[in-house]
């Protein structure tokens, strides 16, 4: 079946660093993609998407690509701040009609000042 | 604002007892979900439905129960034979069938007395 492998955590990180969360797949079809981003104790916020490969998506400083050829989709931000610290979630669609959401296990990110 | 809202933001649980979590959104959206989140297992999902009147098992679907009886409500009931019940329960809405982004409401916490 469909499936999300996310790196393992906790990632940590001092404050401006660079950062890459790896993030593959195993799915039929051509799903989309997505990271979704969970603070501390709350629900989980879209970060970005891709539909189709090769797209970009791109949100607040965050970026992945849609890798066909090595079924990834990695998380990175060039200069992370505190206020990132939160747990990462990369997702893909499944289902008949695709709205069924797989995700990965997650990822913590502790950002340092 | 348009949003989705969970009650109560924790829940206790007696052995033996069932109990229901609330979710509403004022989105217009067709579509809604349950989700169950343990430490380091992602996101699994319980039940969802498309339409009112209208609801499907997902992979973890024994123990519980929903209905959707109207178009903003989900709720769900965690029943006497879920042995494992404390964990985050998400909900989350799409607009249809078919649209794939997810939009997440803040989580209740259960927990076993």
């Known amino acids: 079946g469909d499936s999300v492998t996310q790196m393992e955590g906790p990632v940590t990180l001092s404050e401006e660093a660079f950062l890459t969360i790896n993030c593959t797949y195993t799915?039929?079809?051509?799903?989309?993609l997505f990271w979704y981003v969970q603070y501390p104790g709350e629900g989980l916020q879209l970060l970005l998407k891709?539909?189709?490969?090769?797209d970009k998506g791109s949100n607040k400083g965050f970026e992945a690509t849609y890798r066909k050829e090595t079924t990834s989709f990695h998380l990175e931000k060039g200069s992370v701040q505190v206020s990132d610290s939160a747990v990462y979630f990369c997702?893909?669609?499944?289902?008949?009609?695709?709205?069924?959401?797989?995700f990965g296990a997650g990822t913590i990110l502790r950002v340092k000042s | 604002d348009g949003g989705i809202t969970q009650s109560p933001k924790y829940l206790f649980r007696k052995e033996g007892q069932n109990v229901t979590l609330s979710c509403e959104q004022n989105?217009?959206?067709?579509?809604m979900y349950w989700y169950r989140q343990d430490p380091g297992q992602g996101l699994r999902l319980i039940y969802y439905?498309?339409?009112?009147?209208?609801?499907q098992k997902g992979d973890i679907a024994e123990g519980y129960s929903v209905s959707r009886e109207k178009k903003e409500s989900f709720p769900l009931t965690v029943t006497s034979a879920q042995k494992n019940p404390t964990a985050f329960y998400l909900c989350?809405?799409?607009?249809?069938?078919?649209?794939?982004?997810?939009?997440f409401g803040p989580g209740t916490r259960l927990l076993v007395l």
């Open positions: 891709a539909t189709k490969a090769d």
């Open positions: 997702a893909l669609s499944a289902g008949e009609y695709g709205n069924k959401l797989v």
């Open positions: 989105l217009n959206h067709d579509a």
């Open positions: 799915a039929t079809g051509y799903p989309s």
């Open positions: 439905s498309q339409i009112v009147n209208d609801f």
């Open positions: 989350a809405s799409s607009p249809r069938m078919g649209i794939e982004t997810q939009y």
